[in-house]
């Protein structure tokens, strides 16, 4: 972020701070009640007031007026403020209900056919014998109905505003692609996209599961740090390429989770090599992925290489460690989701739980 729209929210920040939370008297930004404060080179700015649920009303002048605050902030052109009501959380709260273990999939960097290894990963639990869903949390370009070929399912509604998943493929599965035009969702902004992925973790009603992956958008921002500060995590598995380019995020990505103190079960190369003839062809580099994971002291769980029946597989609708499970990429799936299971266990790390600030 360039200096000047650091100041600018900073400034905003200030702004906001000096309106009173109702409930503890404290200034909104000090309450924790802004979060996922956004500022554009064009003047946008956008961010969400989180309300609690039993006194929503009382911040709905509020917004209006953080609203105004903000616009009244010199370069500030327009304003998008969202507010969002939840459930206080007992501090010890466990996770997700019904949910043994929750695994992030991210990848710090766009193109890197993250939703088609968090799809097949998914796909490699349930193989394994364990109860697994799949939630698609990528707000700017959901993946997962093309990949499950759920692309005109619609979920069902739960009690209350709640949403049961979409069984696939032997998973749990749930998208913001099945609740928005992809296209539409592409455009959403910071605060607008942090709160549609915050009530796609509070309104699903998982039942019982063994393992719940996350995939994650790409990148380093609010709306992923606010999932990963939200959802207690048993570990992370990061997806790259092996070129400097997507390295580099990669970097960025330990970074976050090593800030929210969330276990790194390991780092997949994909697009390792293309292999024709018994040659193979390293297309993006070799072996980048490897040295960062030996360079962080984080596990290396493995290379999926370029290959057209896992891309057909994508493309049709039916992940390949679903529908072909003798298949060597899906036997190395298997093998890259045992990894990271043993990964969870051998780092017995208490699943994190941190306060948003």
């Not at 909104?28 to 009640?33: I, N, Y």
């Not at 998914?122 to 109905?145: E, I, Q, R």
């Not at 057909?312 to 039916?318: I, M, Y």
Request: aromatic share 4%.
């Amino acid at each position: 972020m360039n200096t000047r729209l650091a100041r600018l929210k900073d400034e905003i920040s200030r702004r906001l701070d000096a309106i009173s939370d109702p409930v503890t008297g404290k200034g909104l930004v000090q309450a924790g009640r802004v979060v996922g404060l956004e500022a554009s080179e064009d003047g946008k700015v956008s961010f969400t007031i989180e309300a609690p649920a039993d006194a929503v009303q009382a911040y709905v002048p509020l917004r209006d007026g953080a609203e105004a605050a903000a616009r009244a902030a010199p370069g500030v052109k327009s304003v998008i403020a969202v507010l969002t009501a939840h459930e206080a959380k007992a501090p010890d709260a466990g996770g997700i209900a019904g949910v043994k273990q929750v695994i992030a999939v991210a990848s710090a960097k766009g193109g890197v056919g993250k939703s088609t290894v968090a799809v097949n990963l998914a796909c490699a639990f349930a193989k394994l014998g364990l109860k697994t869903g799949l939630l698609d949390l990528d707000v700017y370009g959901p993946s997962a109905p093309t990949l499950l070929g759920l692309l005109d399912k619609k979920p069902a509604r739960g009690p209350g505003k709640t949403l049961l998943p979409i069984e696939a493929h032997g998973l749990q599965t749930m998208s913001i692609g099945y609740l928005v035009d992809p296209d539409s969702a592409m455009i959403w902004r910071g605060a607008m996209a942090t709160s549609a992925v915050r009530q796609m973790i509070d309104d699903i009603v998982w039942g019982e599961l063994d393992v719940l992956l996350l995939d994650l958008p790409p990148g380093t921002g609010d709306v992923q740090l606010t999932l990963v500060q939200r959802v207690p995590l048993s570990g992370a598995v990061i997806v790259s390429t092996p070129q400097e380019m997507a390295l580099a995020d990669v970097r960025r990505g330990l970074a976050m989770f090593e800030k929210t103190r969330a276990p790194v079960l390991g780092i997949i190369e994909n697009m390792a090599y293309f292999e024709t003839g018994g040659q193979r062809s390293y297309i993006f580099g070799q072996g980048g992925a490897r040295r960062t994971a030996e360079q962080a002291g984080v596990p290396f769980l493995g290379e999926i290489p370029i290959n057209m029946a896992l891309r057909e597989s994508a493309d049709a609708g039916a992940p390949l460690t679903a529908t072909r499970t003798d298949h060597a990429l899906s036997l190395r799936f298997r093998e890259i989701a045992e990894a990271a299971r043993g990964n969870i266990e051998r780092l017995n790390k208490p699943a994190p739980r941190i306060a948003l600030v």
